[in-house]
């Protein structure tokens, strides 16, 4: 082991010393990012569900696509690019 290590060169221990560095801020984002994601008010927002479904139940809201909705017709689909 000790063989090894005297041939790493000064250059090579720099690289090996940037590769950890890169690893140590990539776990400390993804850490901030996790801490973040668990304080209340970051992040996606949470769906109350009793609260939709009462409001479906009294006719606030419906249980069904918008009137105004249709299926993509081949013409749309061509004209926007999209695939059939």
């Known amino acids: 082991m000790t063989g090894w290590i005297r041939h790493l060169h000064h250059r090579e221990l720099r ?5 950890g560095l890169t690893g140590a801020i990539i776990a400390g984002y993804l850490g901030a990012g996790l801490r973040l994601a668990g304080e ?5 927002r ?8 009462r409001r479906i139940e009294t006719g606030e809201l419906r249980d069904r696509e918008a009137s105004w909705y249709h ?3 081949p013409e749309e689909v061509q ?3 999209g695939r059939k």
């Open 15 to 19: 690289f090996l010393g940037l590769i």
């Open 71 to 73: 299926a993509s017709t």
């Open 79 to 81: 004209t926007s690019g």
């Open 46 to 53: 949470a769906i109350d569900l009793d609260t939709l479904q």
């Open 40 to 44: 209340e008010g970051t992040g996606w």
